[in-house]
């Protein structure tokens, strides 16, 4: 009997025990089976690029340490798009992706003709922005009839292009607390409040071995937060698909006037980061793949969505 084996089945131990602890080198989710053929999707970085991106505000606060922030803003960007990227990847058999910044969203819908949109997160408080392009990208999502999902920031910046406020978690205007903000970073459990939707698809089958046993049974999703800011509510025109306690517009959905836009404050790409990088009890392999399942059925219903 091997040295593992011992641990995992001695008398004071009830039952092996979870990754990482067992030093386990595999996860129990791999390999995800690609069950999506083919999709085009356009990849939307909305984070800060340079000061052609950035508002009298954020010049004023910033001062000389601008180049600094907009530096980190780019580093951050890049390991967020390819998070994105990657995850498309895993899902579909023949993906084609395209990676344009969120100035350029007009002109890319008109020349790539994705099937989908993805909005990554963002770092940087939406009045740091240059309005113009808050602007433009405004009259472009309120109008476009291409499946979009907005996730964290991409999210808020949707809710906020519809009308809703962005406000810190306690209710206050961004800028009046930058600094000593509450934040969530960690894995939370939220609650599905419209388990109709189809982005939900297989959670009323117990037998499909898609879901985790308390999504089933008590409509549940763990999910990754990180995140200070919210919306102070649901946008006219969007239902509520899921809600917690400290941040109550956990995920939204607009289907009108021809539109399919999703959008979710939380990180749904998280599930497909690389496991075996930081071995700790926040990594997916110990019991997150809700985001993973969430992802694909968003773009199952992208596809659908142009045949409608």
């Not at 990849?43 to 690029?49: A, F, G, I, P």
């Not at 995850?87 to 003709?113: G, Q, Y």
């Not at 940087?124 to 009259?139: C, G, H, K, L, V």
Request: charged share 30%; net charge neutral; hydrophobic share 35%.
């Amino acid at each position: 009997m091997t040295q593992e084996l011992i641990e995992q089945t001695r008398p004071d131990q009830a039952e092996p025990l979870p990754f990482p602890f067992n030093q386990r080198t595999f996860c129990r989710y791999e390999p995800i089976e690609k069950s999506i053929d083919a999709v085009r999707v356009l990849v939307v970085n909305d984070l800060l690029r340079d000061e052609r991106d950035i508002s009298d505000v954020a010049r004023r606060e910033w001062g000389t340490g601008a180049a600094a922030l907009l530096a980190r803003e780019r580093s951050i960007s890049s390991l967020a798009i390819e998070n994105i990227v990657n995850n498309i990847k895993r899902l579909v058999r023949r993906p084609e992706t395209k990676v344009i910044h969120l100035s350029e969203v007009s002109e890319a819908v008109d020349s790539f003709r994705p099937q989908a949109i993805v909005l990554s997160g963002t770092l940087s408080d939406f009045d740091f922005y240059n309005p113009a392009m808050i602007e433009d990208f405004t009259r472009f999502i309120r109008t476009t009839e291409t499946p979009v999902l907005g996730i964290c920031g991409g999210h808020q910046l949707i809710g906020m292009c519809f009308g809703a406020r962005v406000l810190t978690l306690d209710n206050l205007d961004p800028n009046a607390r930058r600094a000593g903000r509450s934040f969530e970073y960690q894995y939370r459990f939220i609650r599905i409040t419209a388990p109709d939707d189809p982005i939900f698809s297989g959670i009323q089958d117990r037998d499909s071995g898609v879901w985790q046993d308390y999504t089933t049974e008590a409509r549940i999703l763990r999910v990754w937060q990180n995140h200070g800011l919210q919306l102070d509510r649901v946008p006219e025109g969007f239902r509520l698909l899921a809600t917690a306690y400290l941040c109550r517009n956990q995920m939204m959905v607009r289907r009108d006037a021809g539109q399919l836009i999703y959008a979710v404050q939380y990180h749904l790409e998280k599930s497909f980061e690389d496991w075996h990088k930081n071995r700790t009890r926040w990594e997916h392999p110990n019991e997150s793949r809700d985001g993973r399942i969430i992802f694909e059925n968003f773009l199952r219903e992208a596809l659908k969505h142009q045949f409608q």
